[in-house]
């Protein structure tokens, strides 16, 4: 008894903080990723930096909504995410958007300070707030 008494204490004790560090995620982050392929001005097999942008809107209990938007290329255009956000880890999925066959590779990305780092499909990103 004794044992669970300081387990819910220890939970109430650092609720407060996970719910900050959650409050903290919501906001704008830019960034980029490498990828290979043929855009404007770009040869077939040539390295290119895709600059995106991700907004985390809401986030209430580990649900988690926002934009995410491509900045650049063949599917350029805002396409609304949703996903969730559990011990540390943000795991989001475009659901629609701007072009369809777009933007369909998750985004796993995990927070570091005033960074979001991980991966979009198989191209690492880091986003900075």
Same mark, same amino acid.
């Given at each position: 008894m004794?044992?669970?008494a300081?387990?819910?204490?220890?939970?109430?004790?650092?609720a407060?903080?996970?719910?900050?560090?959650q409050?903290?995620?919501?906001?704008?982050?830019?960034g980029?990723? &490498?990828?290979?392929?043929? @855009?404007?001005?770009q040869?077939? @097999?040539?390295?290119?930096?895709?600059?995106?942008k991700l907004?985390?809107?809401?986030?209430?209990?580990?649900?988690?909504t926002?934009?995410?938007?491509?900045?650049?290329?063949?599917?350029?255009?805002?396409y609304?995410?949703? @996903?969730?956000?559990?011990?540390?880890q943000?795991v989001?999925?475009?659901?629609?958007?701007a072009k &369809?066959?777009?933007?369909?590779?998750?985004?796993?990305?995990?927070?570091? @300070?005033e960074?979001?780092?991980?991966?979009?499909?198989?191209?690492e990103?880091?986003?900075?707030k």
């Amino acid at each position: 008894m004794r044992r669970s008494a300081l387990a819910a204490a220890a939970a109430l004790l650092m609720a407060p903080g996970i719910a900050c560090a959650q409050q903290n995620l919501i906001g704008s982050y830019q960034g980029g990723y &490498e990828h290979e392929g043929q @855009g404007v001005g770009q040869k077939r @097999g040539q390295t290119a930096i895709a600059g995106v942008k991700l907004e985390i809107k809401t986030l209430e209990g580990d649900r988690v909504t926002g934009t995410w938007h491509l900045l650049r290329g063949k599917c350029q255009g805002e396409y609304p995410v949703s @996903g969730s956000y559990r011990n540390g880890q943000l795991v989001l999925q475009a659901a629609g958007g701007a072009k &369809e066959g777009c933007a369909n590779s998750k985004l796993r990305l995990t927070a570091d @300070g005033e960074k979001l780092v991980g991966t979009y499909g198989k191209h690492e990103l880091t986003l900075s707030k």
